[in-house]
């Protein structure tokens, strides 16, 4: 059974900094392209940010771009989230999702055939 675990998340002061890491049980995890979503109370899920499957290739939306940046090992089997400069709104349960293959957009949800269980990120004021 393939499991993506988060990790990395907790409560901060808006300003600080925070990294999450998300540990994938894929055999070829190197094959996958990985993301970042986020959903905050009362929200739909949205996207954070995107990686293509060798690592050349990331994605971010205009709300976290300049302040979050995505990598990946896959050496290691996982893929991290830097976050820097939080803000409240940026308080949120983040997920990390898996793709074998992105059709259309890294911002689509119904790319992504597995899904962590999120992590919560609450930004205190």
């Known amino acids: 059974q393939v499991q993506l675990v988060e990790s990395g998340g907790g409560l901060v002061q808006a300003g600080s900094s925070l990294r999450l890491s998300c540990t994938a049980s894929?055999?070829?995890?190197?094959?996958?392209?990985m993301a970042w979503f986020r959903q905050a109370p009362g929200k739909e899920r949205e996207f954070v940010a995107g990686?293509?499957?060798?690592?050349?290739?990331?994605y971010s939306v205009g709300s976290v771009k300049g302040r979050c940046t995505i990598s990946r090992d896959n050496a290691k089997n996982t893929v991290y989230l830097q976050m820097n400069g939080l803000k409240p709104e940026d308080t949120a349960v983040y997920y990390c999702?898996?793709?074998?293959?992105?059709?259309?957009?890294?911002?689509?949800?119904?790319?992504?055939?597995?899904w962590g269980q999120g992590t919560q990120v609450t930004v205190s004021s």
């Open positions: 990686i293509t499957s060798s690592g050349r290739s990331t």
């Open positions: 894929l055999r070829t995890f190197n094959s996958y392209n």
């Open positions: 999702a898996a793709a074998a293959w992105i059709r259309s957009f890294f911002d689509n949800t119904e790319e992504y055939n597995y």
